[in-house]
């Protein structure tokens, strides 16, 4: 009979597991039986949990997302009421550590590169690529027409993703004091008095 709790500590195990897996040789060369070697149980408690490598790479960035969200949710409770405080707390929360460490940077571009060909991971990016834009289109409607809210969260998502995208493609540490100074530079350009 299993313990009680075990399937949650098996699942984090072995998400755990895959980030470091996918960070080492990549979403190619990471394998059910690599992840399940580098978490020293059996290939078919991976099958078990998780079904293939698509359910393990869903599981492994629903939790990146979880992960982002209650980053996001955090930063924006403990942020000033201004449009601008919260619109940097949400910039902060994407340039979080948790979202620019080795490991999430590279599952991400894995995620990114196959939720253009697998229906499950299409749908988790529509649902992560809404849930920024509406929170920025939120914060710059509290100072902007409806029109220019829509444009300014649009451009600032882009600007987001450039940058992260950028980073994680540099080959070095991440450099989240610029992306954050050019994101807060943009929010302060949109939001500025208008004469």
Known sequence: MPKVGMREVRRAQLIDATLLTIDEVGLNGATLASVAQRASISTGIVSHYFGDKDGLLEATMRHVLRSLWQGTSRRRRAAKADPRSKLRAVVAANFDV??????????????????????????????????????????????LSRAAARRAATGLAALIDGLWLRGA????????????????????LMIQPQN
């Not at 749908?123 to 289109?137: A, D």
């Open 98 to 143: 948790e979202q620019v460490n080795g490991p999430v940077m590279k599952t991400w571009l894995a995620f990114w590169s196959e939720s253009m060909h697998k229906d499950s991971l299409q749908r988790l990016q529509y649902v992560n690529t809404r849930r920024l834009y509406s929170n920025l289109c939120a914060e710059f409607s509290r100072v």
């Open 169 to 188: 493609l540099a080959g070095g540490p991440f450099d989240t004091k610029t992306a954050l100074r050019v994101s807060y530079d943009y929010i302060d």
